[in-house]
């Protein structure tokens, strides 16, 4: 087995559960590279030397099993940024709170690794956004994609937003808001669920337009078919706007045309103890639990 381990940065308190990792990656022969920048702040408080890294997507091919996220969600997106279309299934290892995307609990890491050997575990496809636009953004080209959602939103300004959206080339309306939030299935338990969208079970076939503060009240966050075509404009006050795909956010113009639709490749995350999104969702939001006293 050959694995790929990527953390946005070490934390000291992950000290434990890293070497417990490392120490099973050895017992079992398992190759193992790590994400340069992971690797420059953790070698200062683990005794690891000479470990190989990467730093960029094209280090990693088909050769890789899997690639173990240390962290949470946001991890999870970042490290997606190394995966791209390169089909390598991504295990999350959880060592904040419980996450949708991160499900392996760090006290879990051995018996984890052992279901891995044994292939007692689910991959699950999930669907991507991928972005253009017109004019083309210098930088966009290349990591055009999110997993959870693609927003474009203010910047520069107090005053609320219009963003005239279409869907197949048909015109739907124009949202006088903050912003707005184009959601995959993925996406449906973050931002957008924060601004009143819907949960999507992450299988769905579709996407979910949800409105940051609108002023216009009848608006409401609309489920769409996940082949549908999307066009937004902005305008407003200011000529300078947000546009973020994930947490990567780049500045358009009230000329810029930004075209979304479902990405040509998925994302494989790995399901281990039937942690499964039903049982996740429940955790999470604590259903089915009274928790008033």
Not at 76 to 91: C, F, K, Q
Not at 144 to 153: D, I
Request: contains cysteine; proline residues 3%; aromatic residues 10%.
């Amino acid at each position: 087995m050959k694995i790929a381990i990527y953390g946005q940065y070490y934390k000291p308190e992950d000290k434990i559960y890293l070497e417990e990792l490392l120490n099973v990656l050895k017992i079992h022969k398992i190759q193992y590279i790590i994400e340069l920048n992971y690797y420059e702040g953790l070698k200062k408080d683990l005794s690891i030397a000479n470990a190989e890294t990467f730093s960029s997507h094209t280090a990693l091919d088909s050769s890789f099993d899997f690639m173990f996220t240390i962290g949470g969600d946001g991890t999870i997106l970042r490290a997606v940024t190394y995966i791209r279309n390169s089909n390598i299934p991504i295990v999350g290892i959880n060592t904040g709170r419980l996450g949708f995307l991160a499900t392996v609990k760090k006290e879990e890491i051995n018996s984890a690794i052992e279901q891995l050997l044994q292939k007692k575990y689910l991959i699950h496809k999930r669907t991507l956004l991928s972005v253009t636009t017109t004019p083309k953004i210098i930088g966009l080209s290349s990591l055009n994609f999110a997993l959870n959602e693609v927003t474009v939103s203010r910047k520069n300004t107090a005053s609320m937003i219009t963003i005239e959206t279409y869907l197949d080339e048909e015109y739907l309306t124009s949202y006088w808001a903050d912003g707005l939030i184009i959601s995959t299935p993925t996406g449906s338990t973050g931002y957008s669920l924060s601004c009143g969208g819907p949960i999507l079970i992450p299988h769905a076939k579709s996407f979910v337009l949800t409105p940051i503060a609108p002023h216009n009240l009848n608006a409401r966050p609309l489920v769409i078919p996940d082949e549908t075509k999307i066009k937004l404009t902005v305008s407003g006050r200011e000529d300078k706007f947000f546009l973020s795909l994930d947490s990567r956010i780049t500045t358009i113009d009230s000329k810029t045309e930004i075209f979304i639709e479902k990405s040509a490749f998925t994302l494989n995350v790995v399901e281990i103890n039937k942690q499964t999104f039903i049982k996740t969702l429940r955790d999470k939001l604590l259903w089915g639990q009274d928790i008033r006293n």
